[in-house]
């Protein structure tokens, strides 16, 4: 059974940084995306970062330079390292897994993310 266990979220002042942890158990990441997404009161659910079938990292083109993804396979385990945070940045973020993509180099679509965290809230005031 998949688990994705997110944790590192928290209340921070506009400037501040924040380091998000996505542990997934059941799985490994060979060959699927796993992924980060935010969604804030009222707004769609959006892609952040996360990383593709090939371990190549991806991040939405308004985000790159201020967040960045990494992994330690070892602990299986998906960062989401989060500076100059903007109140613009307060929502809730969801670590999220496809199924194993043999087939598939590159990245996924947000149809394809199967597996859910519970999420971890941010909140950034300004």
């Known amino acids: 059974q998949v688990h994705l266990v997110e944790s590192g979220g928290g209340s921070v002042q506009a400037g501040g940084s924040l380091r998000l942890s996505c542990t997934v158990s059941g799985v490994t990441y060979n060959r699927r995306c796993v992924n980060w997404f935010r969604q804030a009161p009222g707004q769609a659910r959006e892609g952040v970062a996360g990383l593709t079938t090939d371990g190549s990292t991806t991040y939405r083109y308004s985000l790159k330079g201020r967040f960045t993804v990494s992994v330690d396979y070892a602990k299986n385990t998906l960062y989401l390292q989060m500076n100059s945070l903007q109140p613009a940045d307060t929502a809730m973020y969801y670590c999220?897994?496809?199924?194993?993509?043999?087939?598939?180099?590159?990245?996924?679509?947000?149809?394809?993310?199967?597996?859910w965290g519970q999420g971890t809230q941010v909140t950034v005031s300004s």
């Open positions: 999220a897994a496809t199924d194993y993509l043999p087939t598939r180099s590159g990245g996924c679509e947000t149809h394809e993310f199967r597996y």
